[in-house]
């Protein structure tokens, strides 16, 4: 099992940053990808970005390209997204998600393990 807690949501005007942050402890955690999802009121789940083990490879939606950076630290078992230029269309739960590593990223349309999600509003 992997238990996954996230933080740093909250609300913030259009045009401005959040730092969410996800820490992850019960398994090894180098032994894992780790990505992002979100889900706004009455829309599906939606793939965000995800990064591979080692913090060298990453993957992102369309929508979030040039604005988000997902980063991990091994060493403190946190995976990171950094949230700039944040739009109201960004508003969502965003929840943190744990795949084990299987050699290679892609968009991720399902996650072994989800942390309980954070909420992240951002005003026009």
């Known amino acids: 099992q992997v238990q996954l807690v996230e933080s740093g949501g909250g609300l913030v005007q259009a045009g401005g940053s959040l730092r969410l942050s996800c820490a992850a402890s019960?398994?090894?955690?180098?032994?894992?990808?780790m990505g992002w999802f979100r889900q706004a009121p009455g829309k599906e789940r939606e793939f965000v970005a995800n990064?591979?083990?080692?913090?060298?490879?990453?993957v992102y939606v369309d929508s979030v390209k040039g604005r988000f950076n997902i980063s991990r630290g091994n060493a403190k078992n946190t995976v990171y997204l950094q949230m700039n230029s944040l739009k109201p269309e960004d508003t969502a739960v965003y929840y943190c998600?744990?795949?084990?590593?299987?050699?290679?990223?892609?968009?991720?349309?399902?996650?072994?393990?989800w942390g309980q999600g954070t909420q992240v509003t951002v005003s026009s």
């Open positions: 019960g398994r090894t955690f180098s032994n894992y990808a």
């Open positions: 998600a744990a795949r084990p590593w299987i050699g290679r990223l892609a968009v991720w349309n399902n996650a072994e393990y």
């Open positions: 990064i591979d083990r080692s913090g060298e490879s990453t």
